[in-house]
């Protein structure tokens, strides 16, 4: 029989009884949002859930990681403009995220994980992260499953450029997990009209701020058309066996001791 991992199945005396000495506690972030015309909004939401359930099942029981319910709606403010898609924005979300860091604090948890599957919450984490560290001495980890691994398969420049939302990854993905959040007679190939030449949307030193309603009228961000449910699988396994090395890593980290030993410089 394996250990209980979900926090909210467990009494408050066996919260407090957990040994948190080498144990981590996982926020799950999702989000609702448009994911083109073929796949469901809480396409991100359930990646998340998901992801983590089955990396979990995968740790074996020495190692202590625990998880909350998923907060179901984030910043994905990026989708404004499409029915379907829901936001906190970037002050109300750090300061939930920051109220539940001082209740896993409260509880006794020295280590928290904001773990996300949505693109547009990791800027906003990192920073975030950061932030709860210094004001509660909590050790804290942002985990976004999707790119923990490199793609095992091989895909087009355009797709590894522009394949962010809704593409082959996503589509593929949910294909394996959840086929019936995949619209399958309305999947599509679509690209945005990104003509500069030292501009990115993201991730690198120089870039601009958009919204998808500047590029993609439909939402969907490259070529879902190329998505199997074997690609999915594929590209799943490449994750939780990356997470199956990330979180017991995770579970035992402790930062170095810098504190002068007695008697040191005398």
């Known amino acids: 029989m394996t250990i209980e991992r979900n926090i909210a199945r467990m009494t408050w005396p066996e919260v407090r009884d957990l040994d948190k000495t080498e144990a981590a506690l996982v926020l799950p972030l999702g989000s ?23 990396a979990l099942e995968r740790l ?35 300061a939930v995220v920051q109220d539940i860091a001082a209740s896993a604090l409260a509880s006794g948890f020295r280590r928290l994980v904001l773990w996300n599957c949505h693109g547009g919450n990791r800027a906003l984490l990192e920073v975030l992260a950061r ?11 942002q985990l976004f499953p999707s790119a923990i691994a490199r793609d095992p398969l091989e895909v087009t420049e355009a797709e590894a450029a522009f394949g962010i939302h809704a593409g082959d990854w996503e589509t ?13 007679d309305r999947v599509e190939a679509a690209f ?7 501009l990115s ?18 939402g969907t961000w490259g070529d879902a058309t190329v998505a199997t449910a074997e690609r999915g699988r594929v ?21 170095p001791d810098l504190r002068p030993s007695p008697g040191a410089g005398s």
């Open 32 to 54: 609702l949002e448009q994911h083109g015309p073929h796949l469901t909004v809480d396409t991100d939401l359930y990646f998340s859930d998901r992801f983590l359930d089955l």
């Open 235 to 255: 590209r799943v396994e490449a994750v939780l066996q990356r997470l199956a090395d990330v979180l017991p890593e995770v579970a035992a980290f402790e930062f």
């Open 60 to 94: 074996p029981d020495a190692v202590k990681v625990y998880r909350l319910p998923i907060l179901p709606i984030s910043k994905s403010n990026e989708h404004a403009g499409f029915p379907g898609s829901f936001w906190l924005s970037a002050a109300t979300l750090t």
């Open 192 to 198: 945005p009209d990104f003509t500069a030449r030292h």
């Open 172 to 184: 593929s993905v949910m294909l394996a997990l959840s086929p019936d959040r995949v619209r399958q």
């Open 131 to 141: 932030d709860v560290r210094a004001k509660t001495g909590l050790m804290v980890f």
């Open 201 to 218: 949307l993201e991730f690198k030193g120089a870039t601009v701020a958009w919204l998808t309603r500047d590029f993609q009228p439909t």
